[in-house]
Each structure stands twice: as C-alpha cells, then as structure tokens.
C-alpha cells in the first residue's frame, strides 16, 4: 500500500521561552550569550535548603497568551514536579505543571490549500527550563553550563489535528508571530527560545484509531521539521507495510543525513512520577489581573492581515508582508496618514526599504528609522507631483535613511528637483530635434525604434531632471505622432 493510502497525524509540543528579565524562580538573568554559568545562584542551582520564588510576570504572561490563543484561564492552577534525571537538570526534576495548568483548550487557524483550518490547542503551562549539555569530542569532555536552567518557558501543546508537514509548519510560523505580536517571545529557534517537539503517526486512510507516535525532539528550523516529519512519516509506512510495528520512542533528526535515529523509549507521564510541588502553593489568579491583561492584547496577526487587505485595498501578499512583524505593521499604518496611494506605499515598503534594512545587516530596525512617516509620504508625494523622478527619488529615500534628513532638504542640497515647466522642457526637445534632423526624418519615415534615442538625448541636456512623462509627450507632438 502507497503512502497515499496513509493519513499522517501530527500534534506539537512548543517550548516558548518568555521575555521575562529574570528567571522563573529566583533574580538571575535570561540574557543570552553570557559565559558559561554565569547567570546563576544558589535557587537555579538547587544548593540545599533554598525554596522557589515565582515571577509574577510568567503568569501575566501566560495569561496573554492564553487569551490571544482564545483558551480558558484557571484562576487556580497548580505546580508538580517532574522527575528525571540528566546532567543539565540540578535538582533531578523539573518544576511544571501537570493535570493543573494555567491555559486550556484554545485553538489557532491557519491557511492551507483547502482553505482556513482550525488547530485545537489542548493546554497552555509554565515552567522552568533545563540547563545545556556542551560535548566537546575533540577532548572528549562533556560540560553543563546552567545559565538557562530555570529560564521561564510556556509550553503550548495543541491537539494532533495536523495532517501533513507543510500544516505543522503552517501552524508554527501562525503561532510563533501570534506569540512575537504579544511581546512574550522573540521567536529565535536559533538561540532555542521557540522550539518544538514534533509527535508523529500514520493511520490507513478511512480508519479513525490513530497509530502508534513518536517524538521528535527539539527541532530548531522550520526547514528541518518539514524534512523530519516527512522523514518520518514515510519511515511508520515502510514499517507497517513490512509488517513491523512501531514502537513508542523519541527520536533525534539528523541533519547530516537527513534522517531521524532513534535517541530513547518514549516515557509516559506515571514514569516522572509527576507529584504536587510541596514549596509553591497554588497560583491563585485575580479576576482584576485577566481583565488588564485582556485589556492591553495588542491586534493580532491574522486580524490585523485581514483589515489592511479591507481598509487599504492591498492584495493579500503585500498584507501577510506587512503584517510580518508588529512594527513593519504599525510603521505601516503610521505612514498612510501622510501618503494615501497605498499600493504604491506598499511596494516601496517591499522593495526600497526591505532593501536598505538588509543592507544595513540588522544594525538598523523600523524602531531605529531616522526618518519619520511624514518625510515618507513627503517623499512619495514629491514624486507624484512630478517634482522628482523615480530614480531621484530612491536615491533620495537612500539619504533620508542614512541620515535623517528631510526629503526637501536633500532634493536642494543634490539638485534634483524635476524639471516638470513645459516651456522649459520643449526649449531642450527642440534644441534636440535641430541638431539631429537626420535622425527625426528617420523617425518619421517609419524607424520608430530610435524614439528612445530622442529621450536619451533630452534627459542628457537636462541632466536627468526632465520629467519622462513631459520629455515623451513633447517629443511625440514634434515628431508627428
């Protein structure tokens, strides 16, 4: 049986970590990059006798992100404890929450081919993060640098409602700019504060037990998931249609050889002897704290996606651009109040200033813009009147983002203000046309294709500044046209 015949089943497990200045537990930093271990203290390094302390922002947090994601808040919740052991976990177990969590029973709708799906999302709960394992093989030492250990994460598992690689990832991206809009996470796999755990099965098509999963853990690139998961989807279907059976483990990819290998037997939830934290009471919620959370949720992606496409007439490729990242989007909207052809804004949001911020190599950010919406739609509006050329203008635009300075100050300062005066402009068209009277016979004698000739010749004399749309005009009045 082809693998046609088999519906993939997929469910994910995201680790979000949170844009919390402290860890979950205890005062030390969460910044990234620092040395090894320096960002710790006796309650992240499980010293005895030290007891937890809870950052109230983790909830406030996961209260806003629970919301967005339209789940129920438990205005009681309850912390367990985890335990396994491993190098990088100091206390040999985890602090979590277990049948108790924070957030239950959201959903998130993505795009598919067949049209807009809903993705359940099962729970929503806080921990604490693990520390990092560092093998170096060339001294064959194995280190442990705990500067993440007791990081806050939220960890959101939706229901296995995907049914193909391209869906999990669909879902991912929907989620992790759901998750950066709200100012929680800062979406960067490659640091490992949004990764995920990717569960996948098969079953025949028309059955409704799902078959046996695996797990696939810690997958940093949305590139790498789609090729795991298609991996191993279509490794279950060799093993079933070989008679074999699958069996229940956790897997590793491998992205040297595109393949998934096996890394331990899946554990169940009775193997971490999961039990109530004795040092953390109950998380009790305020009515009064949901309500201001609820309060200050910024528009979400999709909403906001669907409105520009409404309110300002753009296609939905251009919305979903725009839309990308909150203050792309709000930059946006803060430049149509100056400039209202929005497609025109559009396309040169897409293509001028996508350009130099990426030439700038992430120096440079929409939060750190020297120029202002206002000078934009100055601009843009300069090029409408046909005070300045296309061309001027983006070289302009490339002055106004190094510096700052106003569109009108830099259009004096180079001279490049359009000659757009007809008088002026079919003085130099008639000069042209008398000194090459060969060439204009020509023209009229049917060589259309030296046109381009005639305009060449004017914008030289005018040095660029002729208005095209005037140089064309004119010089088709004079050659007969």
């Not at 998750?179 to 996948?200: A, K, P």
């Not at 690139?221 to 989807?233: H, P, T």
């Not at 093993?239 to 059976?245: D, F, I, M, P, Y």
Request: glycine letters at 8%; aromatic letters at 8%; charged letters at 25%.
């Amino acid at each position: 049986m082809p693998l046609n015949d088999f519906q993939p089943v997929i469910g994910l497990e995201v680790h979000a970590q949170l844009l919390t200045k402290s860890k979950l537990f205890c005062g030390c930093s969460t910044e990234f990059g620092a040395e090894p271990n320096q960002n710790t203290c006796p309650v992240c390094l499980a010293m005895p006798g030290v007891l937890p302390v809870f950052n109230q922002r983790v909830a406030e947090f996961a209260i806003r992100t629970g919301l967005a994601l339209g789940c129920t808040i438990k205005k009681t919740s309850v912390w367990s404890r985890k335990n396994y052991f491993y190098p990088d976990l100091p206390k040999g177990y985890q602090i979590t929450q277990y049948d108790q969590p924070i957030c239950e029973w959201g959903a998130l709708t993505i795009d598919t081919p067949e049209g807009e799906k809903t993705v359940r999302i099962r729970r929503i709960h806080m921990e604490e993060d693990a520390g990092k394992n560092v093998h170096d093989a060339a001294v064959g030492e194995s280190l442990v640098d705990l500067n993440r250990a007791g990081v806050p994460l939220l960890e959101i598992v939706s229901e296995p409602d995907l049914r193909s690689a391209d869906e999990a990832v669909e879902y991912l991206k929907a989620l992790r700019d759901v998750l950066v809009y709200l100012g929680v996470n800062d979406g960067n796999m490659e640091e490992g504060s949004f990764r995920c755990d990717v569960n996948v099965s098969v079953m025949r098509k028309g059955e409704t037990q799902y078959g046996q999963r695996c797990e696939l853990k810690n997958i940093n690139s949305f590139r790498f998931i789609k090729q795991a998961a298609e991996y191993e989807i279509s490794r279950h279907v060799e093993v079933l249609e070989s008679g074999g059976k699958i069996d229940q483990e956790t897997r590793l990819w491998d992205t040297q050889r595109g393949e998934t290998r096996s890394m331990r037997s899946k554990e169940d939830a009775h193997d971490y002897r999961y039990f109530p934290e004795p040092d953390l009471p109950p998380l009790h919620l305020a009515d009064a704290l949901i309500d201001e959370v609820a309060q200050g949720l910024p528009e979400l992606p999709r909403t906001k996606f669907k409105r520009f496409m409404s309110q300002y007439g753009i296609p939905a490729y251009d919305a979903k651009l725009l839309c990308a990242e909150r203050p792309l989007a709000e930059f946006f909207e803060a430049c149509t109040q100056h400039y209202k052809d929005y497609k025109k804004l559009s396309n040169w949001f897409q293509g001028e200033l996508a350009r130099l911020l990426n030439e700038s190599g992430g120096t440079v950010s929409i939060s750190t813009l020297k120029f202002t919406p206002a000078q934009f739609g100055e601009l843009l509006s300069a090029v409408e009147k046909g005070t300045l050329s296309n061309n001027a203008a983006k070289d302009v635009f490339a002055e106004m983002f190094r510096e700052g300075k106003s569109p009108e100050a830099i259009i004096a300062e180079k001279g490049l203000a359009q000659v757009s005066d007809a008088g002026a402009v079919e003085a130099v068209v008639d000069d042209v046309l008398a000194k090459n009277a060969g060439e204009a016979e020509k023209y009229r004698a049917g060589k259309k294709q030296i046109f381009g000739f005639f305009v060449g010749q004017v914008m030289k004399a005018m040095k660029g500044k002729g208005n095209p749309a005037l140089v064309n005009e004119l010089l088709k009045k004079k050659l007969g046209d």
